[in-house]
């Protein structure tokens, strides 16, 4: 969540992943340290001979238990470093530690090494982390702000909540994820998608925004038009046939065919000169209804939308874009390129609104970041005005006419007040996890 936070003053790294790579590190450590607080995590006794640290830089898992639960590591980082979690960023090589990060910071950067298998890298996404850099280079990208991160993250929140400011922003990353069924079909991803339950999720108007749209297409309308043009852009350079979708089932509101139609209004369609007639959601059909999906598992998915769609012989030969909303096993979407490479289409461009991460359903952070009504006992959750879409907090126990005034915030308002709360002594060590651990 990095694009909100209002401030970075300190940076904890995960020091075990450079353990083969100590001349990264030192240049990390040459280039962070002049500007912020660094502190370095270990969950397993790596010889700091060899990076150039003292024993009082690191912060090293006490005991089995801590090795198991890298978030106590983290929490004793975080108080270390006295910095509130909300401006504090966390930087490591491997995915694999940046679970227990995101349940406790809102910043993350992951170093990758510059080559990746496809299967790897589809690992790394799962995670989500808010910047994949590969060098150094990319990191003092990204702490500049000329890069955002994931474009539609950006073009989702409300304007003035951000560390940087638009002008300075020169790009914005729609991060490409390999797709496993359809090699040469990647996919463009604009950001991320939290559930209700995930502790990122109120500090996400992207996610509050998708959640809202399933019940109100319209009023997200405009904001997912200008965030399919950008990613249209990122994905193609400009050079396409068409713009399809993919088809909800008839019995339902076709979200991302109202999302199309609402294009030739948005302001990065006009800028980049896309043609309205390029839109054509018309292209896949969905004639039949199949089984609701949420609750299947990969393969049964898979069956359940074969030969669900029908393409249009117009795509032959022709470069289509695929839009479609929240990907999870990705079948729907695979069904329709499939769909579209027999109806002869050139090359296909998939683009989705977002990808769901590993979902966290920490304690942690939302019992800690409640923000109390006042006028009744619930407290402020993220929502979107059901005219604008326009994201805010409101209270979680609000009913029409009950006579009761409850409190509001704006997004902006709300999420200063969350990162306010996130302050390093609220980050309790699990002692009671760790007697239990101990005893294993
Ligand atoms: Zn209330």
Redo the contacts with the bound molecule.
Sequence with gaps: MFFTLQKIEGFIINVDDFRDDAALLDQIVDELKPRYKLVFASKSGTDFSALRLTEDDVVVAESSFEKFMYQNVLRRAITKMGSAPSTTVFLCKDAGSLRSAHELLLGTILMHRHSVAPLERLKIFQQFPDFLVQDLEDLRVCLSGECLGFGGEFLAAPEGIFLFHEDDIKYHEYPLVPNLEHTDCPVHVAGRYFSPSDPRYSFHALSNRILHSKKNPGAQAECFAELISLGVWVATDGSFDAITRVPSRPSKVDRLALYLKAMPKAERFKSHNFYPASIQPELLKCPDDYPKLTTMDFKSRKTAVKGAFSADPQVEGKHIVLVDDVQTTGATLNECIRVLKAAGAAKISPLVLACHPYTLQSLGLSVEQEIP?G??D?HLIGKCNSKTGEPFFG?A??KFNDG?N??YKTFKDGIKTKMMLMEPHLLQLDNELESEGQSF
Excluded: G
Aim: overall charge neutral; hydrophobic content about 30%.
């Design positions: 009504c006028p009744c619930s209270c126990n609000w009761i409850h409190a």
